[in-house]
């Protein structure tokens, strides 16, 4: 008996319920969109050296620049630079055709200029030791493919789902916690794909 | 309270734009479909959120740490949703968060944007800020203090933005001073904290706070900025102060953020506050968080004697993030331009393939490899269209003919608006066809009459001369030649050079239903046959399945023939009693498909091989290889001739081995061409016997009379 997609994402909503609540309480939290989609915001990461485009932006940026200039001001406080900041967003979302979540995720500056692949890639590499690489690349970082957001409908990129269901099958198999729920487990492997963005605690499923 | 200076000035944190990309998008939409050219002021809301401690995370090395971020006013997509939106008037939005309504001028031009009075602008806002604190409708809605403002110019054909933020803060007639910072935790109980953080969600940006006596009740309430004189001047407790506070974007342990600046020039204006308690409400995850959190500031604010009757000096445009007063930019390229979309998903697909099928696939080597195909019919469409989808971006056409009308139904770059007027030359209107199928390759077209032997006119020579050099030139500029013309004499010369310059040579001609698929033998080097002497192309991996370790003690396989090598003619004039569309249209139509998808797929395997064109074809076996025999590199084996026979609809893989006295690739040949390049060339073309006798091949006719081996499918 094959069970219905409707049926199929209600278990999904079910178990990401559950699984915002555990990491409200690892204090990682998750939101949810909509029925099929939880969504998590990830700021500040280390930015990553886009040269070209920062060159040219910098020297467009002086070229406007005008003889602005405002009142002496002894409120304000002197901030250190805040460019650094990078967004990376992560959306779950259910999809019924292959009826597994599939990650989205997209990467952007501040003016929302978005991160290409690379980028992000140099940005979660971060200063990660030989062994995580290897499992990254197992568990398909590089299978990444680029598609309209479902629900945004922009580009994001997206880990695809070809294998997620045969992944999530081996977890089910490997797993003696019955609170571990297939979501649970598959987001666990994500958080290692894309350590050390704070996906999730992963101390939480070392456990 | 009469000498506050020695208490320092209190700075507030800044806020920092933040566009999301959704933003940029329907900007975009909205100029197209709705503003047009009109460049009036919009509304527009943005939104903050009290600052969440877990939102500021940094790696530093392997070392993840907390650092406090950017105090966040960010606009998206829903920045353009109606103002009347009952919602978010209330000033709360469903996750916490805060709106702020904006105003945006969007022109036209970048010279519109430079030109743009933005003090002006500037003053409006401040004027329409300081007109809601005196009205007292910043009292009934209190997000009317955090008025901003947003100029853009998007350049929609470059897919750029050029953005200034303002955020217009009045300021004070003299320095705020700070008397105290506490963390919230030092001043209230948790239970006060806990009613604080429920009540905030319900009243808004800003706030009143009544605390009853901290001896005995441990009671705290959030109230509206409307109960002030319920709140305020009937508050007995304590020493009468104010405690006021507002969501808070910003972290800083010791700073407030930037809205709480028009709020205080509210208290003071409209309530004559001169010390006020304000709680900077910020979000903390849980109990255990030791990271920053809500703080409590006892401040002292001047006050004026008489209330000014203009709007107060203002600031607040952004800095740029090398913290001057200048627009900001945003590159949306890669989520918008349709040809770098395309770029991505192609490259991305082809990374699809090699992450399921084939880890070791060389993408970036088959991706730089740059084809040079000499026919631009039949089997050139076909070719093109196959190295395309394996993502090979440099392409070059060659032909001298120019479409005909029994063209496109055969050759799929061609439509039938190519066949008017004459016809377009076809390695142009090929060459189009390709960068309209897939803008990021880059494709070229020659005009180009290959010189043939047989083929000589006598007024012509310095056409050929020069001809001779074009193509010379082309075959160096390229890694790979396929031979795709619909004569056999016209691929003597491409062969040639070919062999003589070292480059990849496929070869494909078709029989009526049968066809040809052949790499050339590559130039042997005179050192040794091992495969690191080899010089085009380089394999980049040494073999991971190293299949016999005897290659060195062995003597080298004996070099690869190529299309001309099993011939005891020297090519001739084969063109002159039949016209080039009789020859054309007499094979089977799917056959050139066949063909061109096999060419293609031999040059793949040859770039995935590990030693690249020197790889050995498969050793002959008794009976065909089987589908399931194992192959030693993952995309199989590296034959050097398959016929395909579509009458029994099988592939035969032969192997044959270079003639030493062959018209196009034998030693004398090339040792010719080396010394004397076009002028070898010419004496070939116009004497029909010159290669015959140079090569040896009359005097082989003359010995082995009649003898016909018969190998190529094309011919008969
Ligand atoms: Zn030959």
Redesign the interface.
């Given at each position: 008996m094959v069970p219905d997609g409707d049926s199929l994402s209600a278990k999904f909503q079910a178990d990401a319920l559950s699984y915002l609540e555990t990491s409200?309480?690892s204090?990682?939290?998750w939101?949810l969109v909509n029925h099929c989609q939880i969504v998590k915001?990830?700021?500040?990461?280390?930015r990553v050296c886009r040269e070209e485009?920062q060159s040219?932006?910098?020297s467009?940026?002086?070229e406007?620049?005008?003889e602005?200039?405002?009142?002496h001001?002894?409120?304000?406080?002197p901030?250190s630079?805040?460019?650094?900041?990078v967004?990376v967003e992560f959306h779950v979302i259910y999809s019924q055709t292959w009826q597994v979540p599939v990650m989205y995720f997209?990467a952007?500056?501040?003016?929302?200029?978005?991160l290409?692949?690379d980028e992000l890639k140099a940005v979660i590499k971060?200063?990660?030791?030989e062994i995580d690489e290897q499992f990254r690349t197992e568990y398909?970082m590089?299978?990444?493919?680029?598609q309209d957001h479902p629900v945004?409908?922009?580009?994001f990129f997206t880990i695809?789902p070809?294998q997620t269901a045969a992944l999530l099958k081996e977890l089910t198999a490997k797993s003696n916690d019955p609170a571990l729920t297939p979501l649970m487990s598959w987001m666990s492997v994500m958080g290692t794909v894309f350590h050390?963005l704070?996906l999730i605690n992963l101390s939480y499923f070392q456990r | 309270m009469s000498t506050p200076d020695h208490h320092p000035i209190l700075q507030f944190d800044p806020l920092s734009s933040a566009v999301d990309p959704t933003f940029w998008h329907a900007l975009s939409r909205n100029k197209i479909e709705v503003y047009r050219l009109d460049d009036a002021a919009r509304a527009i809301t943005g939104y903050y959120a009290p600052y969440h401690a877990a939102s500021g995370h940094q790696q530093r090395g392997a070392v993840s740490q907390l650092v406090v971020g950017a105090a966040r006013l960010a606009v998206t997509a829903q920045s353009f949703d109606s103002e009347d939106d009952s919602n978010s008037r209330k000033g709360m939005n469903g996750g916490g968060g805060v709106v702020a309504p904006g105003v945006l001028y969007n022109t036209n031009t970048i010279e519109e944007f430079k030109k743009l009075d933005k003090s002006a602008v500037f003053a409006q806002v401040a004027d329409r800020i300081w007109e809601s604190i005196t009205s007292g409708a910043a009292v009934a809605d209190p997000t009317l203090l955090t008025r901003f403002i947003l100029l853009t110019f998007a350049d929609l054909k470059k897919y750029k933005f050029w953005y200034w933020f303002g955020f217009p803060a009045l300021l004070p007639f003299a320095p705020v001073r700070v008397r105290a910072v506490r963390p919230v935790r030092e001043v209230w109980s948790a239970r006060q904290v806990e009613a604080l953080r429920t009540g905030v969600r319900g009243v808004g940006p800003f706030f009143l706070v009544k605390v009853a006596s901290a001896d005995d009740d441990d009671t705290l309430s959030v109230r509206g900025l409307g109960e002030w004189d319920e709140v305020v001047r009937h508050d007995e407790s304590g020493d009468g102060g104010v405690t006021v506070g507002f969501v808070d974007p910003s972290g800083q342990p010791a700073h407030p953020g930037w809205p709480l600046r028009n709020f205080l020039i509210l208290l003071q204006t409209r309530w004559k506050v001169d010390a006020v308690r304000v709680v900077c409400y910020r979000e903390t995850l849980s109990s255990t968080t030791t990271t920053p959190t809500s703080i409590v500031l006892d401040l002292t604010l001047p006050t004026p004697s008489t209330t000014p009757t203009t709007t107060p000096k203002c600031v607040g445009w952004e800095k740029n993030s090398m913290a001057k007063l200048s627009p900001r930019s945003a590159d949306l390229g890669p989520l918008m331009d349709p040809r770098q979309l395309a770029d991505t998903a192609v490259d991305l697909n082809l990374k699809l393939m090699r992450w399921r099928i084939v880890p070791t696939l060389q993408l970036e080597k088959i991706a730089t490899t740059k084809c040079l195909l000499v026919g631009s019919g039949t089997l050139g469409c076909h070719v093109a269209r196959t190295l395309l989808a394996w993502g090979v971006r440099h392409i070059t056409f060659i032909d001298n003919g120019t479409v005909s009308f029994s063209n496109p139904v055969r050759q799929p770059l061609f439509t039938f608006d190519d066949c008017l007027h004459g016809g377009r030359p076809k390695a142009q209107a090929a060459a189009d066809a390709l960068k309209r199928i897939f803008p990021g390759v880059h494709a070229t077209g020659i005009n180009l009459a290959i010189p043939m032997p047989g083929h000589y006119v006598p007024s012509a020579r310095d056409a050929t001369t020069s001809a001779v050099e074009r193509l010379t030139a082309l075959v160096e500029m390229h890694d790979a030649v396929f031979l795709l013309t619909d004569s056999r004499e016209s691929r003597w010369l491409p062969t040639l050079l070919g062999k003589s310059l070292g480059k990849i040579v496929i070869n494909s001609a078709l029989g009526f239903d049968t066809f040809l698929v052949m790499r050339h033998g590559m130039r042997q080097c005179a050192s040794s046959a091992s495969s690191s002497s080899h010089p085009t192309p380089t394999p980049s991996e040494p073999a991971t399945t190293t299949t016999t370790t005897t290659t060195r003690t062995t003597p080298p396989p004996p070099a690869l023939g190529c299309y001309f090598c099993n011939d005891v003619v020297a090519p001739a004039d084969s063109l002159s009693d039949r016209t080039l569309d009789q020859q054309c249209t007499v094979t089977r139509p799917g056959l050139s498909s066949l063909a061109s998808a096999t060419a293609v797929e031999l040059l793949i395997s040859i770039l995935n091989h590990p030693l690249g064109p020197n790889a050995a074809p498969p050793p002959p076996t008794p009976t065909p290889p089987h589908p399931s025999d194992p192959t030693p590199t993952p995309l199989g084996l590296v034959p050097h001739q398959i016929r395909g026979f579509l009458t029994h609809y099988t592939h035969l893989l032969v192997t044959g081995h270079a003639y030493d006295k062959c018209t196009a690739c034998s030693p004398t040949v090339l040792e010719l061409y080396a010394a004397h390049g076009a002028a070898f060339v010419l004496d070939a073309i116009e004497d029909p016997t010159y290669l015959e006798r140079v090569t040896g091949l009359k005097q082989m006719q003359m010995a082995t009379e009649h003898l016909d081996l018969e190998w190529d499918v094309e011919d008969e």
């Open positions: 409200r309480s204090n990682n939290p939101t915001t990830i700021f500040n990461v280390v485009t040219g932006v910098l467009q940026g002086e406007l620049a005008e602005m200039h405002e009142e001001d002894l409120g304000a406080l901030c630079s805040r460019d650094q900041d967004n997209s952007w500056t501040a003016s929302g200029s978005p290409s692949l971060g200063g990660l030791p398909g590089p299978v990444v493919s680029q945004l409908g922009v580009p695809h070809c050390p704070p | -």
